[in-house]
């Protein structure tokens, strides 16, 4: 396992459109983030999975999100009816929640969003 | 709720000068402690973390932090600074489960 992989690199979308991500996180790690980043600013955090549980969702997370992770392995982000607002890079990360604490988060290259 | 703040946006230091990025943190919980580092259109790389092990952390590229209980602090030091560390830099914490991200310490590195 070569780490976490997010598919696509790119994605250009027309306004009002629908997106969907995919993010494969290390294979042995029970923990799976979503965040957002826009130029200049840190990492936002969108949501986050234990196993196939999603634990917290952040209030940037409008109705338009939906975060998946089926059977705890791979999670998808879907963006319905995107608007120009929505253009980011989307970061996925993994992790091994462990007794105690968490370890480090891996995080994949990222999803550039651009909504035109 | 946890959050943390990098009290500086932007650091600049010449070659071979120390480092010093700063990050104060709160969070209700003993909390797990990172410093991420960014390069222009690279992922993000893990320099070090604090785990409520050894309050002195050591990480890679000779960076260190040291995590301050009573001064809620988790600064990021290096005692030499090279052109490649020039990059954007992240505190980050963790208590329960999120991770939440401060707003970064953009670092520069003067020949």
């Known amino acids: 396992d070569t780490g976490v992989s997010q598919d696509p690199r790119h994605k250009i979308t027309k306004r009002g459109q629908n997106v969907t991500f995919r993010c494969d996180p290390i294979s042995e790690h029970n923990r799976l983030y979503w965040y957002r980043q826009t130029l200049g600013q840190g990492p936002e955090f969108l949501t986050y999975f234990q196993n196939e549980a999603q634990l917290e969702k952040s209030r940037l997370l409008s109705d338009r999100f939906s975060a998946e992770r089926p059977k705890g392995s791979f999670s998808t982000l879907e963006i319905q009816r995107t608007e120009q607002g929505d253009s980011a890079m989307y970061l996925c990360a993994s992790s091994l929640r462990g007794q105690m604490l968490n370890t480090e988060a891996f995080f994949g290259q990222g999803t550039r969003l651009t909504v035109v | 709720a946890q959050s943390v703040t990098q009290l500086d946006s932007h650091v600049s230091v010449s070659e071979g000068t120390p480092v010093l990025l700063r990050c104060n943190y709160s969070?209700?919980?003993?909390?797990?402690l990172f410093w991420y580092v960014q390069h222009p259109n690279k992922g993000l790389q893990l320099l070090l973390k604090?785990?409520?092990?050894?309050?002195l952390v050591k990480g890679i590229n000779g960076f260190e932090a040291e995590f301050k209980k009573s001064e809620t602090s988790f600064h990021l030091t290096k005692p030499s600074a090279h052109m490649s560390d020039a990059a954007e830099y992240f505190c980050v914490v963790s208590d329960r489960g999120d991770m939440r991200f401060g707003a970064g310490t953009r670092l520069t590195v003067k020949p």
């Open positions: 969070s209700s919980y003993s909390p797990s």
């Open positions: 604090y785990t409520s092990a050894a309050t």
